[in-house]
């Protein structure tokens, strides 16, 4: 799909698809907190579901008081191009959806905007299938959430997390006075940042995270992975990879692109989303239960280990893999 920047990509027709409207609906509810008030603006690029676009429209003419969609502009963003342009045309949102793939997450325009109270959802890769099978609706949502919500304060009252691989390789750390993230809390404080639920975060100490971490889904900058990898940290940082033509297409992907942060871990993740698998997509493939997700390099807004840094300076990508044993304390969580 190729949008045109310039254009407002507002549609309203009959055809829309009325279980993808409610389940765009429920995020707006429930991640988002929308309210009839709020001024809404939809960020969309060349990667963005053409088929989600409409119905997250009717889901916000149907909660909003601007049943004519002046409140929901759509607009797009290019990698290449100035991510602040499309807003300089219209009043400043109280909420930004983005749809698309994450170029306006690490943006200066982004960082001021939630300074000055600005809420911001985060929900690129999202498809209209994924939608029907696996957000629905306000219920079914709300119980993924709440999944979340219990895996968070679980491991906010642990002391310890093991990552335990299928072939042992082990990545301990300690949870004392780690942050925790459950990534689709609802974003109605002014300045406040949602993400798809089905995700939480841990950012212990950099210097208490060392080990290794056997990888055998994805690596974002490559994609789905045709042979295991093997990548060892120490102190927080990625300081090798091992496992064949893939080891090597990522070691040469970081030498081109070095940084001072590039291999600094952003965040360590689990997945709970029930009924979610892999997929080629990494945002959703992270969020699939029983994920392991190991972040590295530039910092969403009010997320990581480091200063936020923009994609620019430093990309940011991720490790998700499956089938380890996550144990906290003694307890053994899948």
């Known amino acids: 799909m ?14 829309s698809d009325e279980p993808v409207i409610e389940a765009a609906g429920a995020l707006l509810t429930l991640a988002c907190g929308l309210s009839e008030t709020d001024r809404v603006v939809i960020s969309v690029d060349d990667n963005t579901d053409s088929d989600i676009i409409d119905p997250f429209c009717r889901a916000v003419s149907d909660i909003t008081s601007h049943c004519d969609l002046q409140n929901a502009n ?10 602040e342009e ?8 109280t909420l930004l959806v983005d749809l698309g793939s994450r170029y306006l997450l690490h943006s200066a ?16 890769e999202v498809c209209a299938a994924f939608l029907r ?24 009252t642990a002391h310890r997390i093991s990552l335990v691989s299928p072939l042992g390789d082990t990545l301990e750390c300690s949870l004392d006075g780690a942050r925790i993230d459950d990534a689709g809390r609802r974003a109605t404080p002014p300045g406040s940042v949602t993400y798809l639920s089905g995700q939480v975060s841990f950012y212990p100490p950099p210097s208490a995270v060392t080990g290794t971490v056997l990888i055998q889904g994805i690596a974002s900058p490559l994609g789905p992975l045709q042979q295991s990898l093997h990548v060892r940290i120490k102190n927080g940082m990625v300081v090798d990879v091992q496992g064949g033509e893939g080891a090597s297409q990522l070691s040469l992907w970081l030498r081109e692109r070095e940084t001072p942060w590039i291999r600094h871990l952003s965040h360590l993740s689990l997945g709970v989303f029930p009924g979610v698998e892999m997929t080629r997509s990494t945002v959703l493939s992270e969020r699939a239960e029983g994920a392991v997700v190991v972040g590295v390099g530039a910092q969403p807004p009010g997320l990581g280990l480091f200063p936020a840094i923009r994609t620019g300076d430093t990309p940011h990508w991720d490790l998700v893999t ?13």
């Open 86 to 93: 499309p807003f300089k045309h219209r009043a400043n949102p």
């Open 322 to 334: 499956m089938g380890y044993e996550v144990r906290l304390d003694d307890e053994v969580l899948f």
């Open 2 to 15: 190729c949008l045109d920047p310039h254009k407002d990509h507002r549609r309203m027709n009959a055809a």
């Open 133 to 156: 099978a696996h957000v629905r609706n306000i219920e079914h949502y709300a119980a993924v959430q709440e999944r979340s919500r219990r895996l968070a304060e679980r491991m906010q």
């Open 74 to 83: 759509v607009f797009c963003s290019a990698q290449n191009a100035s991510t």
């Open 109 to 124: 325009w982004l960082r001021a905007s939630l300074r000055t109270g600005m809420r911001y959802a985060c929900f690129p």
